[in-house]
């Protein structure tokens, strides 16, 4: 997956609505199509935002709300309560769209297109270059990124495998390298010596498994004495 880029993720075809688009039209072009979201772009193919489902939910809810007593308006702010009032009242796509919308580049690394989804807790992200919208990059890309089979490199000797762990190993703060020894047969990741405890025995294990051409891991260490720890 860490292969991968944004190109070879994106759904290229993507579905837009201009800005004047009804939200009810484009409520059922969602359920239709089996999407979550439309960009909406300008007149010149611009992005100007994004519609969904989570805006148009927030259309609905807002239909239920109460006219705000004339004691609250007096600390609430207007320019907050008219935007408010148009996102979930409103009736193009113009008015109930995200305009702050969250991009990256056709070049972006899958796990670094992960990691800004986890970090901006959205679902999707545009992929766009030259002011154009060039595809859509959604979770389900990259859970479908997550489960394709990666190409074994062309050298899965079991030195090669051990230089890699050890670099990995020297990368996670976690990891004790002076107690902590390393070695590979057949494929097989072996520790052996100390461990602290299971959740860095744990830790060890996926990072192994994470290295191409391991074929498993052995767990040959032993509890580290308290005398040890203490003096670490």
């Known amino acids: 997956m860490n292969r991968l880029t944004a190109r070879d993720l994106m759904t290229a075809v993507v579905v837009t609505v201009p800005l004047a688009t009804p939200v009810f039209a484009i409520a059922r072009l969602l359920a239709e199509r089996g999407i979550s979201a439309v960009p909406v772009l300008g007149e010149k193919g611009d992005v100007m935002g994004i519609v969904t489902e989570a805006d148009l939910i927030r259309r609905l809810a807002g239909e239920e709300d109460r006219p705000a007593s004339w004691f609250r308006t007096l600390f609430s702010d207007a320019g907050a309560m008219a ?21 990256v580049t056709s ?39 997550l489960v394709a089979p990666s190409p074994e490199p062309a050298d899965c000797s079991d030195e090669r495998i051990r230089r890699a762990m050890l670099v990995l190993m020297r990368r996670q703060p976690w990891v004790d390298g002076f107690h ?44 580290m004495p308290s005398v040890m720890m203490s003096g670490t």
């Open 83 to 103: 935007d408010r009032f148009a996102r979930t009242h409103g009736l193009r796509a113009a008015d109930v769209m995200t305009e702050d919308v969250v991009s």
């Open 180 to 223: 902590t020894i390393v070695e590979v047969k057949d494929g097989i990741v072996e520790f052996h010596g100390f461990m602290r405890d299971d959740s860095v025995r744990r830790g060890l294990r996926v990072l192994a498994e994470s290295v191409p051409g391991v074929r498993g891991v052995r767990d040959e260490t032993i509890p």
């Open 107 to 145: 070049d972006m690394r899958a796990g670094q297109v992960a990691a800004l989804m986890e970090e901006r807790g959205i679902r999707r992200v545009l992929v766009i270059e030259d002011g154009r919208l060039r595809g859509i990059v959604s979770r389900a890309d990259l859970l479908r990124a």
